[in-house]
């Protein structure tokens, strides 16, 4: 069974989360753009007709690109390990589950957000949002 957070629990853990989620997008960024690199390169080499490639240059950026992506994957896996998980990456979105008046729902925060503010239903759309209110009592963020 997943963990249920409460609010106070969920926005304690915002600054540990904040900085992993900010950790695995730098790093999928890292590794999008050694991807793209490494596709400019293969069109060139395919438009000229064959290029001399540095073979140990290129070999070198796949691996940067290899650990990029493994160190993003490792840092999603520890934020589910919290409890939360990731809803859009590039965005910095993450859900935690909580419940509220006894039915399951989540709780939405993403990067520069400065506290939790919203939560949704779990059948609801993604972008759906409601915000926090008197609901959650004491607990609601100020």
Known sequence: MSKIFTLGEAQTLIPVLGSLVSRARDAAVRANEIESEMQDLSQRIFLSGGLHVDVTA?????????????????????????????????????????????????????????????????????????????????????
Not at 128 to 137: Q, T, W
Request: aromatic fraction near 4%; proline fraction near 6%; hydrophobic fraction near 30%.
């Open 58 to 142: 290129a070999a070198r950026r796949r691996a940067e690109r290899d650990k990029s992506v493994q160190s993003a994957k490792s840092t999603i896996d520890e934020i589910e390990e919290i409890g939360a998980a990731v809803t859009d990456l590039s965005e910095g979105s993450l859900e935690l589950p909580s419940e509220l008046q006894s039915r399951p729902i989540l709780l939405c925060w993403s990067l520069g957000e400065p506290e939790i503010a919203h939560w949704r239903e779990p059948e609801d759309e993604a972008d759906v949002r409601r915000d926090v209110d008197d609901r959650f009592g004491r607990e609601r963020p100020n």
